[in-house]
């Protein structure tokens, strides 16, 4: 069993809406990173996360501790929001990987 | 301040030999981490280096090694490459620190033929 689900695996998007992309782990952690990242391979780092919430922009994120559950919501999405989503968790001595979320944005 | 580089970005290896990847962290970065991308596999974890120590390593076979240097640059090694090991290795670095932003290079990618 993986210990870190990323949900939806794919989601499709039109130009304005709000989308959620959720994560889930199975076992206390250090943190908690939301990446992103675009064809060709390039990986930004969005956020990292120990509690509660934070904002960039049109990106929130927020963590709780205790339902080991974190989401990552983009309001009023744009199809340069298009991109592979991964949450990634830091335990003790490991990371570990969500297998990412597709997110596709029409215009 | 420029950002994580990786040399080479592309590579072709044949099954068998060796391969040795580089990565320059940020300046003032001391920490690097190495995981490997494979469409099967995603993303996963190493090594992490601090301070030219190995301080975690991920569930890959010792064909799979590292080491960083006194300025902080950080190279991966794989021997007896296997087709299995054709994938895009991504280094990121940060400051001090367990929970700290890590910053990601552009990644190599490797094919084994």
């Known amino acids: 069993k993986n210990e870190v689900e990323q949900s939806p695996q794919n989601l499709t998007a039109q130009e304005g809406e709000f989308i959620t992309i959720n994560c889930s782990y199975s076992v206390g952690i250090s943190a908690l990173h939301w990446l992103q990242q675009h064809p060709g391979g390039g990986i930004v780092s969005l956020f990292m996360l120990s509690s509660g919430k934070k904002k960039h922009g049109r990106l929130i994120a927020t963590i709780n501790i205790q339902e080991k559950h974190s989401s990552l919501h983009i309001t009023a999405s744009h199809p340069r929001d298009s991109a592979v989503y991964i949450c990634a968790v830091r335990f003790v001595n490991d990371m570990r990987f969500g297998a990412g979320t597709r997110l596709t944005v029409k215009p | 301040k420029a950002g994580v580089t990786q040399t080479p970005r592309y590579l072709i290896k044949t099954r068998g030999q060796q391969v040795t990847l580089s990565c320059s962290p940020i300046?003032?970065?001391?920490?690097v981490s190495w995981y490997q991308q494979t469409p099967g596999q995603g993303l996963q974890f190493l090594f992490e280096?601090?301070?030219?120590?190995?301080?975690n390593k991920g569930n890959f076979p010792g064909r799979f090694s590292g080491r960083q240097f006194s300025n902080s640059r950080s190279e991966m090694n794989v021997s007896t490459l296997e087709l299995g090991d054709s994938a895009l290795y991504l280094c990121?670095?940060?400051?001090?620190?367990?929970?700290?932003?890590?910053?990601f290079g552009p990644g190599t990618r490797l094919t084994v033929l």
């Open positions: 280096y601090f301070s030219e120590t190995q301080r």
């Open positions: 300046s003032g970065h001391r920490s």
């Open positions: 990121a670095s940060s400051l001090p620190g367990a929970a700290d932003t890590q910053y």
